[in-house]
Protein backbone atom coordinates (compact mmCIF):
# COMPACT_ATOMS: atom_id res chain seq x y z
CA UNK A 1 0.00 0.00 0.00
CA UNK A 2 1.26 3.88 -1.05
CA UNK A 3 0.29 5.42 2.02
CA UNK A 4 -0.93 9.27 2.01
CA UNK A 5 3.13 10.36 2.01
CA UNK A 6 3.31 8.46 -1.10
CA UNK A 7 0.47 10.31 -2.88
CA UNK A 8 1.29 13.97 -1.39
CA UNK A 9 5.17 13.84 -2.48
CA UNK A 10 3.86 12.89 -5.96
CA UNK A 11 5.95 9.24 -5.80
CA UNK A 12 3.73 7.10 -6.71
CA UNK A 13 4.49 6.29 -11.00
CA UNK A 14 8.40 6.15 -9.13
CA UNK A 15 7.46 3.33 -6.66
CA UNK A 16 4.74 1.34 -8.94
CA UNK A 17 8.30 1.48 -11.48
CA UNK A 18 10.46 -0.27 -9.21
CA UNK A 19 8.53 -3.01 -8.57
CA UNK A 20 7.52 -3.34 -12.61
CA UNK A 21 11.55 -3.23 -13.12
CA UNK A 22 11.83 -6.69 -10.58
CA UNK A 23 9.09 -7.99 -12.42
CA UNK A 24 6.45 -8.26 -9.57
CA UNK A 25 3.13 -8.67 -11.75
CA UNK A 26 -0.09 -6.14 -10.89
CA UNK A 27 -3.06 -7.67 -10.18
CA UNK A 28 -4.77 -5.43 -8.39
CA UNK A 29 -5.05 -1.40 -7.83
CA UNK A 30 -6.90 1.03 -6.33
CA UNK A 31 -6.88 4.53 -4.83
CA UNK A 32 -9.16 5.25 -2.23
CA UNK A 33 -9.21 7.31 1.04
CA UNK A 34 -9.68 4.84 4.22
CA UNK A 35 -12.19 5.46 6.90
CA UNK A 36 -11.23 4.56 10.34
CA UNK A 37 -12.99 0.80 10.62
CA UNK A 38 -11.02 -0.05 7.13
CA UNK A 39 -7.76 1.40 9.24
CA UNK A 40 -8.54 -0.42 12.34
CA UNK A 41 -8.62 -3.67 10.12
CA UNK A 42 -4.99 -3.20 8.80
CA UNK A 43 -3.47 -2.03 11.86
CA UNK A 44 -5.13 -4.42 14.20
CA UNK A 45 -5.49 -4.57 17.63
CA UNK A 46 -2.19 -6.82 17.96
CA UNK A 47 -0.04 -3.82 17.13
CA UNK A 48 -1.33 -2.31 20.43
CA UNK A 49 -0.27 -5.03 22.30
CA UNK A 50 3.50 -4.67 20.67
CA UNK A 51 3.90 -1.10 20.46
CA UNK A 52 1.19 0.50 22.74
CA UNK A 53 -1.94 1.69 21.89
CA UNK A 54 -0.78 5.56 20.80
CA UNK A 55 1.59 4.41 18.26
CA UNK A 56 -1.39 2.65 17.20
CA UNK A 57 -3.50 5.33 17.11
CA UNK A 58 -0.63 7.29 15.21
CA UNK A 59 -0.49 5.20 12.76
CA UNK A 60 -4.32 5.16 12.41
CA UNK A 61 -4.15 9.08 12.34
CA UNK A 62 -1.84 8.45 9.29
CA UNK A 63 -2.92 5.98 7.32
CA UNK A 64 -6.57 7.42 7.28
CA UNK A 65 -4.79 11.23 6.92
CA UNK A 66 -4.87 10.85 2.88
CA UNK A 67 -5.47 9.38 0.16
CA UNK A 68 -3.76 5.94 -0.46
CA UNK A 69 -3.07 3.70 -3.24
CA UNK A 70 -3.73 -0.15 -2.56
CA UNK A 71 -2.05 -2.45 -4.74
CA UNK A 72 -1.44 -6.34 -4.68
CA UNK A 73 1.41 -7.74 -6.27
CA UNK A 74 2.13 -11.66 -7.44
CA UNK A 75 5.39 -13.04 -8.36
CA UNK A 76 7.89 -16.06 -6.87
CA UNK A 77 8.37 -15.07 -3.08
CA UNK A 78 7.06 -11.76 -3.61
CA UNK A 79 6.61 -11.10 0.20
CA UNK A 80 10.06 -11.38 0.53
CA UNK A 81 11.25 -9.58 -2.70
CA UNK A 82 8.74 -6.73 -1.48
CA UNK A 83 10.22 -6.54 1.48
CA UNK A 84 13.61 -6.50 0.42
CA UNK A 85 12.90 -4.03 -2.04
CA UNK A 86 11.02 -1.44 0.73
CA UNK A 87 13.75 -1.26 3.14
CA UNK A 88 13.28 -1.19 6.77
CA UNK A 89 10.43 0.04 7.93
CA UNK A 90 12.34 2.99 9.66
CA UNK A 91 13.57 4.85 6.85
CA UNK A 92 16.45 6.59 8.93
CA UNK A 93 17.90 2.83 8.71
CA UNK A 94 16.68 1.79 5.02
CA UNK A 95 19.45 0.87 3.14
CA UNK A 96 20.15 3.26 -0.33
CA UNK A 97 18.45 1.72 -2.98
CA UNK A 98 15.60 0.79 -1.39
CA UNK A 99 12.63 2.54 -1.54
CA UNK A 100 12.55 4.22 2.16
CA UNK A 101 16.34 4.74 1.90
CA UNK A 102 15.86 6.72 -1.34
CA UNK A 103 12.92 8.34 -0.80
CA UNK A 104 12.15 8.77 2.86
CA UNK A 105 13.98 9.52 6.11
CA UNK A 106 12.36 10.19 9.07
CA UNK A 107 13.11 8.51 11.90
CA UNK A 108 10.83 6.36 14.87
CA UNK A 109 12.02 9.14 17.78
CA UNK A 110 11.42 12.14 15.23
CA UNK A 111 8.20 10.67 15.23
CA UNK A 112 7.37 9.41 18.61
CA UNK A 113 8.57 13.19 19.65
CA UNK A 114 6.41 14.76 17.53
CA UNK A 115 3.24 12.00 18.35
CA UNK A 116 2.72 11.52 14.57
CA UNK A 117 3.24 8.02 12.77
CA UNK A 118 6.04 7.28 11.13
CA UNK A 119 5.86 8.62 7.35
CA UNK A 120 7.50 6.00 5.53
CA UNK A 121 5.59 5.67 2.28
CA UNK A 122 4.90 2.26 1.65
CA UNK A 123 3.32 -0.85 3.75
CA UNK A 124 4.33 -3.98 2.93
CA UNK A 125 2.64 -6.97 4.33
CA UNK A 126 5.21 -9.12 6.59
CA UNK A 127 4.38 -12.51 5.49
CA UNK A 128 1.94 -14.87 3.34
CA UNK A 129 -0.61 -15.04 5.68
CA UNK A 130 -0.14 -11.18 6.72
CA UNK A 131 -0.58 -10.85 2.52
CA UNK A 132 -3.87 -12.41 2.52
CA UNK A 133 -5.69 -10.75 5.12
CA UNK A 134 -4.90 -7.42 3.89
CA UNK A 135 -5.45 -8.16 0.92
CA UNK A 136 -9.06 -9.58 1.63
CA UNK A 137 -9.42 -5.95 3.66
CA UNK A 138 -8.92 -3.77 0.85
CA UNK A 139 -10.00 -5.73 -2.59
CA UNK A 140 -12.71 -7.63 -3.57
CA UNK A 141 -11.96 -11.47 -5.30
CA UNK A 142 -13.71 -9.81 -8.34
CA UNK A 143 -11.21 -6.67 -8.56
CA UNK A 144 -8.20 -8.94 -8.75
CA UNK A 145 -7.23 -9.81 -12.42
CA UNK A 146 -5.62 -12.93 -13.18
CA UNK A 147 -3.18 -12.52 -16.30
CA UNK A 148 -0.25 -13.36 -17.87
CA UNK A 149 2.12 -10.42 -19.16
CA UNK A 150 4.54 -11.58 -21.85
CA UNK A 151 7.47 -10.74 -19.23
CA UNK A 152 6.53 -13.06 -16.17
CA UNK A 153 5.21 -16.16 -19.10
CA UNK A 154 8.79 -18.09 -17.92
CA UNK A 155 9.88 -16.35 -14.87
CA UNK A 156 6.26 -16.99 -12.79
CA UNK A 157 5.66 -20.20 -12.57
CA UNK A 158 4.20 -20.34 -8.63
CA UNK A 159 1.85 -17.19 -7.71
CA UNK A 160 2.87 -16.66 -3.80
Do not use: C
Request: hydrophobic share 40%; net charge negative; aromatic share 8%.
Amino acid sequence: MLKPDTMNRGLVGEVITRFEKIGAKMVGMKMLVSDKDTAEKHYRSDIAERYGQAVREMMLSMLTSGPVVAIVWEGIEIVEVVRKLVGSTYPNLALPGTIRGDYSHVSKDYANAKEIGVFNLIHASGNKDEAKLEIDIWFKPEELVSHQPDYTRYTLREQD
